[in-house]
C-alpha cells in the first residue's frame, strides 16, 4: 500500500492544533490564504507564473476531485474522457460516474478524429514512477488547446523525484504563459505525510476552477477550516518535505537493490513512491511468490492491461519493515 507511515511534521500539527476553534462553516472557495500558499507554493518550487488564488481551489484529497471532476463538469454519455494506458483506476471510475465513455491511450494519434472533453494525464506516473518529459507536455498542450479539450494533470508526485526532473503542466514553458484549457491536482498526502487530512487542490484555468465551485458549494464539499490552516504551514515549509524525501531515497535505495538481485527489472521508477518492477512472468505469480516470502506488492494489472507482467511495489514502509522486506528478497527460496 502506498500510504504514508512517518509522522506528519511537527509544524503541521501545530498549526491543526492552534486552529481547532472553528464553530462556523467553512467556505467552499477556501480561505484566501490557503489559496495563495498554493500560489506561492507553485511558484517557489514549480517555476509556476500567472497564477493567482481565483485560480486555486481547495479539495478534500485529490482522488475526491479525480472522481468528480468529469460529473461537476458536466460530462456525460456520448462524451469521451482519456486518460493513460497505466493509471491509477480513479479516472476511469470519475468517467463511469458521469456516464461517459474511457478511454485508455498514451497515444494521441490513436485517438483519431475523436476529441475527448477531458484528457488526463499522469507525470510522475501512479504505478510507473515515469517523468513525462517537457517537450511532450508540451505537445498535448498544444494538441488539447486545438480541439477545445480540457487538458487535467495529476501532479500528486511532483515532489517525489529521484531521477531527473518533473515538470507542471502549468510552468510557462509548457503552457505558453497561459493556463486557458489546463488544470493540475496537487495532493499533501504524500510530500508532507497528509493522507489522514485530505488536503489537496486544483488549480489552473480560472473559468474552469469557477464552473467546479459552482457546483461543489452546492454539494457541501468544503476542506475544514483547520485542515486549511494546516495546509498553509504545510505549503510554506520546505524543511519537512526534504527531510521526508531523504528517508524515502534510503528506503527505495535498499529495495531497489534487493530486488534487482533477487532478478528483478525496474522499469522507469524516476519518481513517485513506488518501484515497478517485473520478472517478465505474469504479475500474480510474481505477487504470489514475494507473498510466500511475507511481502505483499500490487498486481500491475490492477493499473491496466499494460502492466500485467509488473507489480508496482511500495516505499512508504517503515525502516523496520523496509529491511525485513530487503533481507526476505536476498534469502534463498
Not at 516505499?315 to 523496509?322: H, L
Request: aromatic share 6%; charged share 20%; proline share 6%.
Amino acid at each position: 500500500m502506498g500510504t504514508p507511515v512517518d509522522p506528519t511534521p511537527e509544524v503541521v500539527q501545530q498549526a491543526l492544533r492552534e486552529a481547532a476553534d472553528s464553530p462556523g462553516y467553512p467556505l467552499t472557495i477556501g480561505r484566501p490564504e490557503a489559496r495563495q500558499a498554493a500560489v506561492d507554493w507553485l511558484a517557489r518550487r514549480h517555476g509556476v507564473t500567472g497564477l493567482d488564488i481565483d485560480g486555486v481551489l481547495p479539495v478534500i484529497g485529490s482522488k475526491e476531485l479525480i472522481a468528480s471532476l468529469a460529473l461537476h463538469l458536466g460530462v456525460g454519455a456520448g462524451d469521451l474522457v482519456v486518460y493513460p494506458e497505466l493509471a491509477y483506476p480513479t479516472y476511469e471510475v470519475g468517467a463511469a460516474l458521469a456516464g461517459a465513455r474511457a478511454m485508455a491511450s498514451d497515444s494521441l494519434t490513436s485517438l483519431g478524429p475523436q476529441s475527448p472533453r477531458v484528457l488526463w494525464i499522469n507525470s510522475p506516473s501512479n504505478p510507473t514512477g515515469r517523468i513525462l518529459p517537457p517537450a511532450h507536455l508540451k505537445k498535448v498542450v498544444d494538441w488539447c488547446r486545438e480541439r477545445g479539450v480540457l487538458l487535467v494533470s495529476d501532479e500528486c508526485y511532483v515532489e517525489c523525484v529521484w531521477e531527473g526532473e518533473a515538470v507542471s503542466v502549468l510552468h510557462p514553458d509548457i503552457c505558453g504563459g497561459s493556463h486557458d484549457g489546463i488544470l493540475a491536482v496537487h495532493s499533501l498526502s504524500k510530500r508532507s505525510n497528509l493522507a489522514g487530512y485530505r488536503c489537496a487542490f486544483v488549480a489552473g484555468d480560472r473559468a474552469v476552477v469557477a464552473e467546479l465551485l459552482a457546483v461543489r458549494k452546492n454539494l457541501g464539499l468544503q476542506m475544514p477550516g483547520p485542515q486549511q490552516v494546516a495546509m498553509v504551514a504545510a505549503l510554506d515549509d520546505d524543511a519537512h518535505v526534504a527531510e521526508q524525501h531523504a528517508r524515502y531515497a534510503v528506503r527505495r535505495s535498499k529495495l531497489r537493490a534487493a530486488l534487482k538481485g533477487a532478478g528483478f527489472t525496474i522499469d522507469h521508477s524516476e519518481a513517485s513512491l513506488y518501484l515497478w518492477a517485473t520478472r517478465d512472468e505474469e504479475c500474480w505469480a510474481t505477487v504470489a511468490a514475494l507473498a510466500e516470502r511475507g511481502i505483499l506488492v500490487a498486481p500491475g494489472e490492477f493499473y491496466g492491461r499494460a502492466g500485467a507482467r509488473h507489480v508496482r511495489v511500495a516505499f512508504t514502509a517503515t525502516d523496520e519493515r523496509v529491511d525485513a522486506a530487503v533481507e526476505r528478497l536476498s534469502a534463498k527460496p
